[in-house]
């Protein structure tokens, strides 16, 4: 039954997918599955079709997919490099690198030279890392802000910098030489009055780890929290995110 479920549910998203030619009602329909299935559906679509879903949606909804697609390399070389690179540059960056690492593709070239500066800094910076640091974990998915702004302040930076940050619950706080000063959770920040002076909000002693470090030697931490920082030379450069 629940396997019959399942084809039905394969076969409807594809008749979706091949006759819908609207982005915003594909992209509105497709909501209306989860990622995972939507996933397993894309190693059926002739390379035209997949081509042009592609092209119709998103770059960030197409990298939200990525992470449920076991062969992405297949995905990957039929698009043009600069569409792939934009794929690439939403997804997360831990992700991306074990993807480029990983793939033989001849075109991987193609699509590292297409990403924007920003990005193939980052990815680099990640990749150089050794798979039993701690920062072979890492993502840049957060959000740091100066202990010196008033709460008003960093709750409009954190609405700002949601559209780019999803599943934000703990904000680091940096002091004036830009190092990590300590971090506190987004329901303290929203409970907070006005006037309430960040300092009081901040945990100074909140734990994090320094990029280079095993993670054999970080299990503990793991074990015990959600979210930790990762700090190279007390900057904030990511963040451990479970």
């Known amino acids: 039954m629940k396997k019959n479920r399942n084809q039905h549910r394969v076969q409807d998203i594809l008749k979706l997918i091949r006759t819908e ?3 915003y009602f594909l992209e509105r329909a497709l909501d209306s599955y989860h990622d995972h299935d939507i996933a397993d559906v894309l190693p059926l679509l002739s390379s035209p079709e997949w081509k042009r879903l592609a092209s119709l949606l998103p770059a960030p909804y197409l990298a939200d997919l990525m992470e449920y697609v076991d062969d992405k390399e297949s995905l990957f ?8 690179a934009a794929i690439l540059t939403q997804m997360e960056p831990d992700e991306a690198v074990d993807f480029l690492k990983e793939t033989q593709s001849a075109q ?15 990815l680099t910076r990640l990749a150089a890392y050794d798979e039993d640091t701690i920062a072979s974990r890492m993502t840049t998915n957060f959000v740091a802000v100066e202990e010196g702004l008033d709460v008003p302040s960093v709750m409009r930076t954190v609405v700002r910098e949601a559209a780019d940050h999803d599943e934000i619950a703990v904000i680091y706080a940096l002091n004036d030489r830009a190092q990590f000063a300590g971090a506190f959770s987004l329901k303290d920040l929203i409970i907070a009055r006005r006037d309430t002076p960040l300092n009081e909000i901040i945990v100074r002693g909140y734990p994090y780890v320094y990029a280079s470090e095993k993670i054999s030697d970080c299990l503990q931490l793991i074990e015990e929290y959600s979210e930790a920082p990762f700090l190279s030379y007390r900057r904030t450069i990511g963040s451990l995110a479970l």
């Open 108 to 122: 991987k070239e193609a699509w590292v030279a297409h990403l924007d500066e920003a990005t193939r800094q980052k």
């Open 77 to 84: 070389e039929v698009l043009p490099a600069e569409r792939a």
């Open 21 to 23: 030619r609207d982005p």
